[in-house]
């Protein structure tokens, strides 16, 4: 009977432990090489897949995301920063705090389609997940066929504007130096000390009576 009550608890301890176990997520990145870009791709259950790419602040970013088969997933975009800590989260298998952009958010959807203005130059990333995390997303009822489509564009005008303020902030830096050196110039100009009123005259006036002094000692 003891035996029996020893398995019963060793079993009902291997039941508590699997359902606090920690389920682990396994995640892709694939590398955006082009200004257009469309494919579908599988992702498992407890499974995401981003896409990294560059962006400029004046480039925008048309996304279109649609789950072909399965259920529905999460969509994020994410700067660096923000994709690492939701790489923290995912890899601790707990909803902790990260901030993905507004534009590009989308939990528990099969379609999303949205433009992002990307606000400076840096690495992004476009993340599809298929989950239990965050909360209140989708919970993963199996694999997907998720399909992409990335647009991204340049504003040209936006470009030249930004050349013509850059070039007017290095003319406006390069006078402001101009300025502080003049200036510079004229205080050490006004420390220097100034000759004694009348000296010149005082000088000469002796060198006269030494001559004059030395004229008569020769008579």
Do not use: H
Not at 199 to 215: N, P, Y
């Amino acid at each position: 009977m003891k035996k029996l009550v020893l398995i019963a608890l060793f079993g009902l301890t291997i039941l508590i432990s699997s359902a606090f176990a920690i389920i682990e997520i396994q995640g892709t990145i694939r590398e955006i090489t082009s200004d257009y870009w469309s494919e579908t791709k599988k992702i498992g259950t407890n499974e995401y897949l981003s896409y990294r790419f560059q962006g400029v602040s004046t480039d925008t970013v048309n996304v279109t995301i649609e789950v072909v088969s399965g259920d529905s997933i999460d969509t994020f975009i994410l700067s660096s920063k923000n994709f690492s800590d939701y790489l923290t989260m995912v890899q601790s298998g707990r909803a902790n705090p990260y901030t993905p952009y507004s534009t590009g958010k989308g939990l528990n959807l099969k379609y999303i389609t949205y433009s992002f203005k990307v606000p400076e130059d840096g690495t992004y990333y476009i993340v599809e997940d298929n989950s239990y995390l965050p909360n209140n997303g989708g919970t993963p009822g199996g694999s997907v066929d998720v399909n992409i489509k990335f647009d991204k564009s340049r504003c040209f005008e936006c470009e030249e504007a930004a050349l013509e303020a850059r070039k007017s902030n290095e003319e406006a830096a390069r006078q402001y130096e101009e300025e502080q050196r003049k200036l510079q110039e004229e205080m050490n100009k006004s420390k220097e000390p100034e000759a004694t009123p009348g000296f010149e005259i005082i000088f000469s006036v002796l060198v006269m009576a030494a001559v004059f002094l030395s004229g008569r000692k020769k008579i």
